[in-house]
């Protein structure tokens, strides 16, 4: 029997980052594809549909992952991914930062945030739980 | 005893001696004179409280003398003595200010009374004058007061309207009528919840007509203007609320300073909490053992960790430096610091780190370059972010050249570099912390983005300032200005 590995896009402008999460997803028979910038991800979406993408908040603007949350959300083909931002900020803005997301996260269609930083154990656990098929 | 002074002017020398005897026995102080003219050099060498005068003097008459005598400032009690006694000179002399009139011939008894009178008299108007001139101060002090304490809330940066018990405006100061928009007869004497009512600040209004408080704070927002407002009630000795003080402090700046900093420290945290998950990722990827069992695949991953500690340890070095240079310590004195030695320090390590991209670094210093007037290590600073960069952003067989000069009564120190140049949009953005330009270009480059903060930081605390030219794909060139 024939399986397609699910395919996950991650969107961060750390390399590093990008690195240690396919190396060790690619461990466990997923295929990942990495964007160092919002225009990179959306060059790369052209041609793939992953089952879920992992966005950083803060790239170059501070607010990059919301902004390209949107662009993928209105997406006809795209729109029905699960997002999931991740960002290192979320708990040191507090209230402040959750009483917006309320609105930005409709907005953006995101599906999930995760607090920076994530482990590979942690992504794991998300993909599980939203990738689509 | 008896206390007091008393001046006999008379010309019959057995009368004076006569009425010193009985004064002196009486315990008086006691002067003498024979006429008008001794007389009145008698009160030049000192003051009498009581005069006792003649009416017929050999050189002139009793009430003349008053007159001369009142004229010279003289103010003791005066008691006219004469023999002619009638009810006309009487009232003649108390006319003309005699306070007393003695006929003569008098008893001792006569005279011990007609002193110890004028003396309590002279006392009692001694004690008048003093109380008058009491009250008189005390009202010029007031009035001074109340002078001064205008002037005071005049001159106030801040808002300051002070209203009656009734709640009608009783005082205004410039900022508080500029904010209300009118004039200051305008607002005098009218109430107050009408003049603060209908827009922001109509909570106010409401507040000093009936405070919930004698001490209340809020912050409210009028335009652009963040403002904290204290109403504060004022009560006399009784207790009695006599007023109420309304004060507006600007506190904008205060506000955005502090969100400055805010943003400040979120950006802080994302860029601690960023490598540090990187360096977690890698980590996990070994201990996970994604790769295999054989250690070699992961030796680059642990470098790059290591790299990343590396970077961490640089950015908090460099955070220290930027939250130092905000504050002058002590014994940081800037001192004449001549610049060419400092600077080929700087150029040597630059040149190691050119060399392996072939970029050249060279100086071009004027021969009468005069030192830099700032901290040694701040220079040291300034000169080796500048020329790193300057490397840093150079193309591959690039070169750098630092001139120092003096130019109008400035000391110049230019850094020149033939590298990737800056976006002139982004040219301002360039001295905030942690900004860096993100282009293809320098995608690859690694750096915190607080190099030139700390420059900024510096070369401002010396007094001096900052000048950046560039072009894009060509390159840019900063000039300190440092006071020569």
Same mark, same amino acid.
């Given at each position: ?32 594809? #990495?964007?160092?910038?919002? /225009?990179?991800?959306?060059?790369? %979406? ?7 993408? !992992? $966005? =950083? ?35 040191? #803005?507090?209230?402040?930062? /959750?009483?917006?997301?309320?609105? %930005? ?7 999930? !945030? $995760? =607090? ?18 | ?484």
């Amino acid at each position: 029997m024939m399986t397609t590995a699910t395919t996950v896009l991650f969107v961060d402008d750390d390399r590093d980052f990008l690195e240690s999460k396919k190396v060790y997803l690619e461990a466990r028979g997923y295929r990942v594809l #990495t964007a160092e910038s919002p /225009d990179a991800a959306m060059a790369t %979406l052209e041609d793939e549909t992953p089952a879920i993408i !992992f $966005l =950083d908040l803060m790239m170059e603007h501070v607010d990059d992952g919301f902004r390209l949350g949107y662009r993928i959300g209105k997406d006809e083909r795209l729109g029905h991914i699960p997002l999931v931002m991740l960002s290192g900020v979320a708990a040191e #803005t507090g209230t402040r930062f /959750d009483g917006e997301a309320g609105g %930005l996260r409709e907005w953006s269609r995101l599906t999930r !945030f $995760l =607090d920076k930083p994530v482990t590979g154990q942690q992504v794991l656990a998300v993909i599980e739980e939203l990738a689509v098929a | 005893m008896s206390e007091g002074s008393i001046l006999i002017v008379d010309d019959e020398y057995g009368v004076r001696s006569g009425i010193r005897t009985i004064l002196e026995m009486d315990g008086y102080e006691v002067g003498e004179a024979g006429d008008g003219a001794a007389a009145l050099e008698a009160l030049k060498e000192r003051d009498y409280d009581v005069a006792l005068l003649d009416y017929r003097l050999p050189d002139t008459d009793g009430l003349s003398l008053l007159q001369t005598m009142k004229q010279r400032g003289c103010e003791a009690m005066v008691c006219m003595i004469t023999a002619y006694a009638n009810i006309d000179t009487a009232i003649a002399a108390t006319r003309q200010g005699v306070d007393f009139f003695l006929p003569k011939p008098f008893s001792p008894d006569d005279l011990e009374g007609v002193v110890a009178t004028l003396l309590r008299h002279k006392l009692a108007r001694t004690e008048a004058d003093r109380l008058r001139a009491e009250h008189e101060a005390s009202l010029l002090a007031l009035a001074e007061e109340k002078t001064q304490t205008h002037s005071l809330v005049s001159s106030l940066r801040d808002a300051v309207l002070v209203v009656n018990r009734d709640g009608d405006v009783v005082l205004a100061n410039p900022p508080m009528l500029d904010l209300l928009e009118r004039g200051d007869d305008e607002v005098l004497m009218r109430p107050a919840t009408e003049l603060l009512g209908g827009g922001a600040l109509a909570p106010l209004g409401e507040q000093l007509a009936a405070p919930a408080k004698d001490r209340t704070v809020r912050q409210l927002e009028l335009g652009e203007q963040a403002y904290m407002a204290s109403i504060v009630t004022f009560r006399d000795e009784a207790g009695e609320a006599r007023g109420r003080i309304l004060t507006l402090s600007d506190i904008s700046e205060v506000r955005r300073l502090a969100m400055e900093k805010q943003k400040f420290i979120r950006t802080m945290v994302h860029e601690l909490k960023s490598p540090l998950g990187s360096i977690k990722g890698l980590l996990e990827v070994v201990t996970d053992k994604s790769l295999g069992g054989d250690l070699d695949p992961y030796i680059p991953m642990i470098a790059r960790a290591d790299h990343r500690i590396d970077n961490l340890a640089l950015l908090i070095r460099d955070l220290l430096t930027l939250a130092r240079s905000e504050q002058t310590q002590e014994g940081e004195e800037p001192e004449l610091v001549p610049v060419a030695p400092v600077l080929d320090g700087v150029v040597e390590l630059a040149r190691e780190h050119g060399a392996q991209r072939g970029v050249t670094v060279t100086t071009e210093l004027a021969g009468d370059l005069p030192p830099a007037l700032i901290r040694p290590d701040d220079l040291q600073l300034v000169l080796s972010n500048l020329v790193g960069n300057a490397v840093k952003y150079n193309r591959d067989g690039g070169s750098v050249t630092v001139r120092g000069a003096i130019e109008d009564g400035w000391l110049r120190l230019e850094v020149a570099d033939t590298g990737i140049g800056i976006r002139e949009a982004n040219l301002t953005r360039l001295w905030d912390e942690f900004y860096r330009e993100t282009r293809d270009e320098t995608r690859e480059l690694e750096g915190n983005g607080l190099g030139l903060s700390i420059v900024k930081r510096l070369v401002e605390r010396a007094g001096g300032r900052l000048e950046v030219a560039s072009i894009e794909g060509e390159g840019s060139t900063f000039s300190v200005l440092l006071p020569a």
